[in-house]
């Protein structure tokens, strides 16, 4: 089947889907009492620079009646979130407690390649590894996560992940709320999808999961189902993290409020952007501030998305992630008219153009329409909240008519290696460039003939974006970044100086971060001397 014909057929049989005009009226099966919303614990180095780290398995009652089967860092699930501040010096114990090996990579850190936790830097079943990272960048929400290959996208979507959050001097002039877990409020959002026993249904070397990423059909935000978060009446900052593995959100406000854009991946704006929706792709963080100043209840919700094989129910209308509820209590913090001095961002001054194309084997398409359509004709639905649905919906004549035949599918060990960048499915030992430290760098970053988004994310480095499709980025997303999206065919431009060093041993990697698209080739690594 044609690629086109694909595109054509998911359109019609809400499998790929529009945005609405309009977002609102959130409707769900449960109206309930809601469960708070878990607040990571805060993990800071001690009197000697030390900070602890363990891998470990777990257990997690995410379904009523059920206890899941999970992983985390210190923890049965996720991890706590590491704070730290500019100019300090870290030196974390990372002992990993499975049975299987693991990395730690620190997303969104300006560290050289050898702490910078890739593929490369292997921590074996009860091994230890004692990076020492050095904090020289402004304020930002960053994270951690495993970066084992290919193992990556099994090993987070089972929980090993947590936030990463650098303060400064600056931010701390700026009286924006920092009250941890009270008016300074974090967001972990993640899909997931469960078997009938309970337990996490995940299988990286699926024909669909390949081609689309991991689509869930229920939301987690902090390891808790639609929980309730009661802040104090005023400004409300959310950071807030995509760790699914694939999906998209695009966030927003029940009530059709505004909120205000003050940080993206690598920290500040230059001043608050106001918003009423805001897309979040797998692995960007935004840290962005609500008014709840009129102490009435709203709800955090994601409308639908324009990404391949993410709009099936409950998907396809608004889901609600999180209830507010705002408190009798005064908030102190500030929304300050001016944030952050953002230098410009001049692709003359670049010296070096590179070019990486992200691609996929043109027979994904076909088989992974194929198999959601069977899976859309037998599978029951649920709704993001864990309430079973109606049955599916059958297909069509028309839509069966059309849909592509099944004939000889994909292997698993051609699934392993079935994407690629600049025409290369990712090779451990395999060097695609060499930067040079401190030059600025101009990156034209495209996709081959499939239409899928792909985030596509660089280590050891934060970026600014110069273009998406030729236009300029969305005011929101003129900060530094980590993270930029490719996606229907289009491109886009980055600059970009790599001011770390990373040799042959210990290279930066340049992927996708739908996960899945990572661990089956669509990763590059590069050196920096």
């Known amino acids: 089947m044609r690629r086109r014909d694909v595109l054509e057929l998911l359109a019609t049989t809400g499998l790929a889907a529009a945005l609405p005009t309009r977002v609102w009226g959130v409707s769900r099966s449960s109206t309930g009492p809601r469960a708070p919303l878990p607040i990571p614990e805060i993990l800071e180095s001690d009197e000697n620079g030390l900070a602890h780290l363990k891998f470990q398995t777990g257990n997690m009652p995410f379904l009523e009646g059920f206890s899941t089967h999970t992983l985390g860092i210190n ?162 900052r959310f950071r807030m993290l995509n760790g699914s593995n694939a999906r998209s959100y695009n966030i927003a406000m029940s009530d059709e409020r505004p909120f205000y854009v003050i940080g993206s991946d690598g920290g500040l704006l230059s001043e608050p952007v106001k918003v009423t929706s805001i897309p979040l792709r797998a692995a960007e963080r935004y840290e962005v501030l609500v008014s709840t100043h009129d102490r009435k209840p709203f709800e955090v919700v994601t409308t639908p998305v324009q990404q391949m094989g993410m709009t099936t129910p409950p998907f396809d209308k608004i889901v609600p992630l999180l209830t ?60 993001a909240n864990g309430q079973s649905g109606n049955d599916a919906m059958p297909l069509s004549q028309d839509e069966a008519m059309k849909a592509p035949k099944l004939g000889p599918l994909l292997t698993r060990e051609e699934l392993k290696t079935i994407n690629s960048i600049n025409g290369r499915s990712f090779d451990m030992q395999h060097i695609e460039f060499e930067a040079i430290q401190g030059r600025l760098e101009h990156w034209i970053i495209s996709q081959g003939t499939d239409r899928m988004v792909h985030p596509v994310h660089l280590h050891g480095c934060q970026f600014r974006i110069l273009s998406l499709d030729g236009e300029p980025p969305p005011a929101y997303a003129q900060g530094w970044k980590d993270v930029v999206t490719v996606s229907g065919g289009r491109t886009s431009e980055i600059l970009v100086q790599f001011n770390h060093k990373a040799d042959a041993n210990s290279p930066f990697m340049a992927h996708c971060h739908i996960l899945e698209h990572e661990d089956t080739g669509m990763m590059t690594q590069f050196i920096v001397s």
Request: aromatic share 6%.
């Open 324 to 383: 507010v509820t705002p408190s009798a209590q005064e908030a102190t913090g500030k929304m300050p008219d001016q944030l952050a001095n953002l230098p410009s961002a001049d692709p003359t001054l670049a010296t070096v153009t590179r070019r990486l194309v992200l691609a996929m084997d043109d027979r994904l398409d076909g088989q992974a329409m194929a198999l959601m359509m069977e899976r859309k004709m037998s599978q029951p639905m649920a709704d």
């Open 75 to 236: 923890g049965p699930y996720l991890a706590p979130t590491i704070k730290a501040t500019r100019g300090q010096k870290i030196t974390f114990r990372v002992e990993n407690g499975l049975e299987e090996p693991v990395t730690l990579h620190w997303h969104g850190l300006e560290i050289p390649g050898h702490v910078d936790g890739g593929p490369h830097q292997i921590i074996e079943p009860g091994g230890i590894w004692t990076p020492t990272l050095h904090i020289d960048q402004p304020a930002a929400t960053c994270w951690y996560h495993p970066h084992f290959y290919p193992s990556t996208a099994d090993l987070v979507v089972k929980g090993l992940a947590g936030l990463f959050v650098i303060e400064d001097d600056e931010i701390g002039k700026l009286s924006l709320p920092s009250d941890w877990g009270i008016d300074d409020i974090p967001l972990v959002i993640q899909d997931r999808r469960f078997t009938p026993d309970g337990e996490i249904d995940y299988e990286l070397l699926d024909i669909v999961n390949v081609a689309t990423g991991y689509a869930g059909d229920k939301v987690l935000v902090n390891g808790a189902l639609y929980p309730e978060v009661k802040p104090p009446a005023g400004w409300v």
